[in-house]
């Protein structure tokens, strides 16, 4: 009989990518999303598969789910710095009541649960590249606060109902994720960078740019996700791609491959940015034997035909 898998938040960019990847792996899949930032169109080709099956729910409230349930992602979250300074409450309630619903839910069905936890949790990092060892450099109460602490809360409580109530826990440490179906209008830097650029538009880079990040194509992602899931390893686990680049050099690196003509402005630098971000990812490759395949140049390409594509059909519904 095969698996069944529910993953919160599966209208999502990344929820969706998973569902799409755990139906190829044969699972029955039921999506539930309140769709608060995840978008129907996301996971409307899965419709009519008979393996899926989506459920609108808020999952801060009591989730129900008929029948029995193998595995839980739980990916219900804001998760890009403007929609969390929107949506602050929402943001600390899903982490936290949300986190503990599902915990709740996974222990009734016997469930193993896998937490989409953050490199946010290492706030402003004073070691680099980050390790999972590393306990973080966290401001509870700025505005970023009620997405690390939200999540930093996840992991507390995860564990605790791994050693207390001996459920079976994963726990992955996301780093910057890039690809088709993030949103256009979301605030990040890829997504603002790459429209406005399509755009002839200023490309805006906060502060001086000398900010690092280190983006990861969202297929090597999903891969290490899946690998993380179907492993042993309870403790947290880093999965992002370590190619590290400046903020400035990543807009000018944009710039070029859209062969646009737009220029870089500088923009006030947003509270609590973290200055550096890397992952160390020795522990999955030692534990799960994955690493990052896809580099930027061809996970930028595809991006950007996903975006050029994606503003067509905005444009087409504009003059309808
Ligand atoms: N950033 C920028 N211009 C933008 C949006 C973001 O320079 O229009 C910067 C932001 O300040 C940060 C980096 O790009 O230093 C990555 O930001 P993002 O919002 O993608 O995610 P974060 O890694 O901060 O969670």
Known sequence: MSKTAVVTGGAGFLGSHLCDKLIAEGLNVICIDNLLTGNINNISHLFGNENFQFIKHDITNFIHVPGKVDYILHFASPASPIDYLKLPIQTLKVGSLGTHKVLGLAKEKNARILLASTSEVYGDPEIHPQREEYWGNVNPIGPRGVYDEAKR????I??????????????????????????LADGRALPAFVSQAL?????????DGSQTRSFCYVSDLIEGIYKLLLSDETEPVNIGNPSEITILQFAEEVIKQTGSKSKIIHKELP????????????????ILGWEPKVD??????ITIDYFKAESRSQNSEVSI
């Open 271 to 286: 509270e609590d940015d973290p200055k550096v971000r890397q992952p160390d990812i020795s522990k999955a490759k030692n």
């Open 158 to 183: 995860t564990m605790a109902y791994h050693r207390f109530h001996g459920v079976e826990t994963r726990i992955v440490r996301i780093f910057n994720t890039y690809g088709p179906r993030m949103r």
């Open 153 to 156: 809360f996840a992991e507390a």
């Open 199 to 207: 755009n002839g538009e200023d490309v805006t880079v906060f502060g």
């Open 296 to 301: 930027r140049a061809e996970g930028l390409r």
